[in-house]
């Protein structure tokens, strides 16, 4: 399972979208992942609800299950940098001034929710990193 952090992104949705791999077992991969070596790398400042993002993954693999697809990114665990607007979470651009939980996506993770992927968190930028959006 340690390997599923490792395979391209193309590689994984092929492995999901074909049901050779649940998408709840490469989320979880990817949540096992962050929790071993975030503590050391500071790389996520803000992560998702674990378990909302594991019940997604349980959708998409249902949507796989009935010989469906979500999109181009079906089930596909993303992290997107802390100067993009996501719903629910605490985004700052880099800067703690600036942090506070943001009431809707920003249009870039709209359209990755949109062709199936599954936000785990933001990422780490430089204080007041370009654009926060």
Same mark, same amino acid.
């Given at each position: 399972?340690?390997?599923?952090?490792?395979?391209?992104?193309?590689?994984?949705?092929?492995?999901?979208?074909?049901?050779?791999?649940?998408?709840?077992?490469?989320?979880?991969?990817?949540?096992?992942?962050?929790?071993?070596?975030?503590?050391?790398?500071?790389?996520?400042?803000?992560?998702?609800?674990?378990?909302?993002?594991?019940?997604? &993954?349980?959708?998409?693999? =249902?949507? $796989?299950?009935?010989? %469906?697809?979500? +999109? @181009?990114?079906?089930?596909?665990?993303?992290? !997107?940098?802390?100067?993009?607007?996501?719903?629910?979470?605490?985004?700052?651009?880099?800067?703690?001034?600036?942090?506070?939980? &943001?009431?809707?996506?920003? =249009?870039? $993770?709209?359209?990755? %929710?949109?062709? +199936? @992927?599954?936000?785990?968190?933001?990422?780490? !930028?430089?204080?007041?990193?370009?654009?926060?959006?």
């Amino acid at each position: 399972m340690d390997g599923l952090c490792h395979l391209p992104a193309r590689q994984l949705i092929r492995l999901m979208t074909s049901g050779e791999v649940s998408c709840r077992e490469v989320v979880q991969a990817h949540l096992v992942q962050i929790g071993r070596v975030n503590p050391v790398l500071n790389a996520l400042v803000e992560a998702a609800d674990p378990e909302r993002c594991l019940q997604l &993954a349980a959708h998409a693999d =249902t949507t $796989v299950a009935q010989g %469906r697809s979500l +999109g @181009a990114a079906h089930g596909l665990p993303v992290a !997107v940098k802390d100067v993009m607007r996501v719903a629910g979470l605490a985004c700052s651009g880099g800067s703690g001034a600036l942090r506070a939980v &943001a009431d809707a996506d920003a =249009t870039a $993770v709209s359209r990755l %929710r949109a062709e +199936g @992927a599954i936000v785990l968190g933001l990422t780490n !930028v430089p204080e007041l990193g370009p654009e926060f959006s």
